[in-house]
Structures are given as C-alpha cells and as structure tokens.
C-alpha cells in the first residue's frame, strides 16, 4: 500500500467520504506534467472545478496548462494571468453580484491572488492514487465531515478558524488563498463548481496545505477517541409512540 493510500484510508477512517479527496499541485514548469503517471489532459478547454471533479467522481489524474483553462477567474486567482483593469475595475461581478461597480471593485479587490507568472499548469488527481507530493488536498464534504476536519485542526492549536470567500471563484478561496497563507481554508462551492463541476447543494470544500494535513488526522483521531465522530451518532431513547401503543395494545388484551 502506497502511502498516499494509507492517508486516504486515514481521512477516510474518521468522515467517509463520499468522493475520492483530490490532491492538488501547481507546477511551474508544463513540462512537469509528463513525469505524472496515469496522466489525462483535456481535449478542449476546460474550468480547473471540472478537472477536480473528474478526480473526485472518476480517481482519474487530471493536468492542464494555463493555455487549456478557460475560466477568467481561475486564471487570475491562480496566476496563470496577469490581473487586468477590466478585472480591478469590478466589470466581472457588477449588475451580476453587485449593485455597484464600487461594490464590485471591492470584491474585486478582496479576491485572493498567487502572484502572477509562479505557476503554468496543474495537476490533480484521487489522492490514493498518485505518485507526486501535492501542495493541497481538496475536499468537497457534508457540514458535519467538515466540521469534523475543522475540529482536528483545531486539536492542538485551539482558538477557532475565519472564514472569507464572496461565494465565487471558489478556486481563489480553495487554493490561492490556502497557497498563500498555509492555512486550513472552508469555502462554499460557487456557481461554475454546482454548474460545470457537479458539486452538490448540501457540499462546503476544505482545502488542506499538504504540510498540515498529519496535524489535522492527529486531531480528529484524538477527538474521536474523546467521542466527537463522524456520522454524529444519534442518542436513543424509548420511543413515546411505541409506549403508547404498547399500553393500548395491553389493555385490549385485557379487555
């Protein structure tokens, strides 16, 4: 067994999930992406959501350069692009997400960015499957196995997480800004991830820097072993229905 397997395992072990959680990586170099193994690239051009769903449904290892991706968001937050006025200037969100184009100039501006030109193409892939070091592990979870993640960050460390997302480019939420601040990110999947990368109503995505993500199991076995589990187990107790029932059933015995 890999030891990508056994982390999956792990992960698995304490918020069975419904979908395969997706190793990320960013490459400097396109050229990188021939060094990866079980390796499909898209035909046409493509949204990155759409790459990470087709590993987190399929297992499939997904890779595009900047030149195959097609959203304008990713491209920026990622820094396959360089931010342009058009971008700065709100013309992305205003009369679509904001009333105002100073409103959409703020958001805007709060959208987390990787500095232009670091990067030209990505890789993601089911995490029991790959054969490289990811710089994050993506995964799209109920409120309960995100919760749960949350609390194993939080094992040690304490305190509570902030999160900040607009509700779009999830991507810039997911990966830019947990690139940026080697941080535990939560984000709500956006309108291109429902729409074009098959993410459910009821999901909220993690982003895990791969540098934490022992810390984070550490925290959810410690806090399982304290009782704090994925499914939530349900408290029992008696029925009142049936006591009802059974005290009627009893009398008619009787009678």
């Not at 993410?199 to 810390?215: C, K, M, Q, R, V």
Request: hydrophobic share 40%.
């Amino acid at each position: 067994m890999s030891k990508w397997e056994e982390l999956d395992n792990k992960l698995n072990k304490y918020i069975r999930l419904a979908t395969f959680p997706v190793a990320i990586k960013l490459l400097e170099d396109p050229k990188e992406l021939e060094n990866v193994k079980f390796l499909k690239k898209p035909e046409e051009k493509v949204a990155l959501c759409q790459l990470f769903s087709y590993a987190r449904y399929y297992g499939w290892t997904m890779g595009c350069t900047k030149e195959d991706n097609i959203c304008p968001l990713a491209e920026i937050a990622v820094g396959f692009e360089r931010s342009h006025s058009l971008f700065e200037e709100g013309a992305f969100f205003v009369g679509r997400y904001n009333e105002t184009k100073e409103a959409a100039k703020k958001t805007a501006a709060s959208m987390p960015k990787i500095a232009d030109g670091k990067y030209t193409a990505i890789v993601s892939g089911a995490l029991n499957r790959i054969d490289f070091e990811p710089d994050l592990i993506l995964i799209w979870g109920n409120s309960a196995q995100i919760m749960r993640i949350i609390q194993g960050f939080l094992w040690k460390r304490g305190g509570r997480i902030i999160m900040s997302t607009f509700c779009d480019g999830v991507c810039a939420d997911t990966i830019s800004n947990a690139m940026l601040t080697g941080e535990l990110q939560v984000a709500f999947p956006c309108l291109g991830d429902r729409r074009f990368g098959m993410a459910l109503d009821t999901d909220l995505i993690a982003s895990i820097p791969f540098g934490i993500i022992d810390e984070i199991i550490e925290g959810m076995e410690k806090t399982h072993k304290a009782g704090t589990r994925y499914p939530i187990p349900y408290q029992l107790s008696t029925p009142k229905f049936f006591v009802k029932l059974k005290k009627q059933l009893d009398k008619a015995k009787k009678d």
